[in-house]
């Protein structure tokens, strides 16, 4: 026997001990259950590429959150696919959009729920840029004014919480002022503040029908290769006014993440986004990897490297384990 002073095996011998020195917990309210809303009545349709996830009409979707809310899921957030699209997408400014439409059925028919209303554009254009285009740019200002309609409409309609996602410099000035100017002080903002331009879209743009008919993101969302950016597009956001930031996707930037848990004290939330949710189903699905294990792993790496909360694709099915 040697004379060894330190064994961490000590606290690993069994699962009490195990549970006992445990230093990231997960619990049902960390997550936020995206949800995607369609037209038309009785209909679920399993997106392809995110199994276990469907399109939902209003009725719908009103059952769904109603069994994730029983499991103890508190938080939603919503995207749409519009009856039409075109170029400016009036359906996200519309009061009769299909998400306002939604909203208002979710806080009518289920109690203690928060509302989350993603806050963009591509969703609902013809050409799926997340801004107005003219001469295959996408113009910044113009764009503003259009997302601030849209989170009026949608806090008129119940929302608890808007969210911007769609990358434009001042967005959260932009709406933090259309909020306050209509009596709307009290909704909080969480920013899209570090979206990069990622591959792990792909599975929600199928779902979204939201794939750019031109060009890409990337003149809009981040560099992939850029950490301190990052930093600055958070700072930004902070001193417009958000309240909460997030860090999207969540997986492959859990670096910048963490960073930005040192560099603000705001909540932050992190998104593991359809593409991240797809790797694990389809390698699940050839039987290459455990599932739930996984399911469990990357969700506890994201609240480890700082994440107070997170939109997950398994929010429910999380919930019902818990
Ligand atoms: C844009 C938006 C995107 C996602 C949510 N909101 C992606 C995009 O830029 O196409 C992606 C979410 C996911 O992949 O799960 N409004």
């Not at 769609?166 to 209509?182: K, P, Q, S, T, Y």
Request: proline content about 4%.
């Amino acid at each position: 026997m040697r004379n060894l002073i330190n064994r961490p095996r000590r606290l690993r011998r069994g699962e009490s001990i195990r549970a006992l020195v445990r230093e990231t917990r997960l619990t049902v309210d960390d997550f936020i259950y995206p949800l995607f809303v369609c037209e038309g009545e009785g209909i679920r349709r399993e997106i392809g590429p995110m199994p276990g996830q469907y399109h939902l009409s209003i009725d719908e979707l009103v059952k769904e959150v109603s069994e994730a809310r029983k499991l103890g899921v508190r938080s939603v957030i919503l995207f749409g696919l519009p009856k039409e699209k075109d170029a400016h997408g009036s359906d996200a400014f519309a009061e009769q959009g299909i998400v306002q439409r939604a909203i208002r059925a979710l806080k009518q028919e289920v109690n203690d729920l928060i509302v989350i209303a993603d806050n963009c554009l591509c969703e609902y254009t013809d050409h799926g840029h997340c801004g107005v285009v003219k001469d295959n740019d996408v113009l910044n200002d113009p764009t503003l004014d259009l997302l601030a309609k849209a989170a009026v409409v949608q806090a008129k309609a119940g929302a608890d919480i808007i969210a911007p996602s769609n990358m434009m410099d001042g967005f959260v000035e932009a709406i933090r002022e259309a909020l306050d100017e209509n009596g709307f002080e009290h909704i909080p903002i969480l920013s899209y503040a570090v979206k990069y331009a990622s591959g792990f879209y792909g599975p929600f743009r199928e779902a979204a029908g939201s794939t750019p008919q031109f060009g890409d993101r990337r003149s809009y969302q981040m560099d992939p290769a850029n950490r301190r950016e990052a930093m600055r597009e958070a700072m930004l956001d902070i001193d417009e006014g958000a309240d909460m930031l997030m860090v999207k996707p969540a997986l492959a930037y859990l670096d910048v993440l963490k960073e930005l848990r040192e560099r603000s004290d705001l909540p932050l939330a992190a998104y593991q986004v359809s593409g991240e949710y797809a790797m694990i189903k389809a390698a699940a699905r050839l039987g290459w990897l455990d599932e739930n294990r996984i399911m469990w792993e990357t969700l506890t790496a994201i609240k480890r490297a700082g994440a107070d909360l997170i939109l997950t694709y398994y929010a429910k099915e999380a919930a019902r384990q818990l």
